[in-house]
């Protein structure tokens, strides 16, 4: 198990560092590799958004996600970028923020890695709309199939109008 803490910095900021290591050391190079490209990627621009740039899209579906409507639409990406994804994404109705990216990359990141199935969901955290969870899905030749699982984790907000007192 490797574990790391990543940092992100609107809007084309991320660092990571890796906080934990249990296990057999290549573990710990490969989430090195995965999140070296990771940061490398936040600082591409305009190369792997979401967008009619490098994208196709294809209306599949309505869903309702509780109360919230939201289209199911297709991406097709219009090139062999591993930053670039094949799949599905989940899209607000009202507001048109993206809620859930699920796919395949469109070339594969290594060759090390196949069958790579990548989840990411968005949510509002302080007040930005940002990846709270991502999950990719990947079978590593010659190892099996790995998880790498990431969750944002948003640091707690101290209240300046409370404090701790003591009677006297």
């Known amino acids: 198990m490797v574990e790391a803490q990543i940092n992100f910095v609107p809007p084309d900021m991320k660092t990571y560092q890796i906080t934990q290591v249990r296990g ?3 573990g710990e190079k490969m989430v090195r590799e995965l999140l070296d490209r990771e940061t490398e990627s936040a600082k591409k621009k305009l190369g792997s958004e979401i967008s009619r740039t490098n994208y196709d899209f294809v209306f599949l579906r ?3 996600f509780g109360t919230v409507p939201e289209y199911v639409l297709r991406i097709v990406p219009k090139r062999k970028d591993k930053y670039l994804l094949r799949g599905q994404i989940w899209v607000d109705a009202n507001t048109f923020r993206i809620r859930r990216i699920e796919g395949i990359p ?3 990141p290594s060759f090390w890695l196949k069958n790579t199935h990548i989840t990411l969901q968005f949510a509002q955290v ?4 940002v990846p709270v969870t991502f999950d990719a899905i990947a079978t590593v030749r010659l190892l099996g199939q790995y998880t790498l699982a990431g969750l ?5 907000t101290r209240n300046p109008l409370r404090r701790n007192s003591h009677a006297r």
């Open 152 to 156: 944002t984790i948003q640091a707690p």
């Open 62 to 64: 309505q869903e309702n």
């Open 106 to 108: 469109a070339k594969s």
């Open 126 to 129: 302080g007040g930005m709309w």
């Open 24 to 26: 057999k050391s290549w």
